[in-house]
Nanobody
Framework: QLVESGGGLVRPGGSLTLSCTAS????????IGWFRQAPGKEREGIFC????????YYVDSVKERFTFSRDNAKNTVYLQMTNLKPDDTAVYFC????????????????????WGQGIQVTVSS
């Protein structure tokens, strides 16, 4: 099970850190993805990593603003989001893929099999 937390309402230019905590699986042994779905839009993969030590991928729209990290002791991964914009408003999801999958020059949606329930992030003044 994956559970996201840390969402909420933030003003443009503000920051939030999303957490994704796992139970029943060790995130060190999975590929990780972060996705978002804005109202009326398709789900978008914004980050992926095939496993620890692999090169992370960020979609251009979040590159240099969003940063992935992990705390293995807490079995939790994070997405630190800075300089948030109204276009970042969406429901954000974390997901896992088999280690070594999920990411190859971009997010491979079909590789992700386990999903969190999603959490709302709203960027508005």
């Amino acid at each position: 099970q994956l559970v996201e937390s840390g969402g909420g309402l933030v003003r443009p230019g503000g920051s939030l850190t999303l957490s994704c905590t796992a139970s029943g699986l060790d995130l060190r042994y999975y590929g990780i993805g972060w996705f978002r779905q804005a109202p009326g839009k398709e789900r978008e993969g914004i980050f992926c990593i095939r496993g620890p030590g692999h090169t992370p991928y960020y979609v251009d729209s979040v590159k240099e603003r969003f940063t992935f990290s992990r705390d293995n002791a807490k079995n939790t991964v994070y997405l630190q989001m800075t300089n948030l914009k109204p276009d970042d408003t969406a429901v954000y999801f974390c997901a896992t893929a088999d280690v070594g999958y999920g990411c190859s020059g971009g997010v491979i949606d079909a590789d992700f099999r386990r999903w969190g329930q999603g959490i709302q992030v709203t960027v508005s003044s």
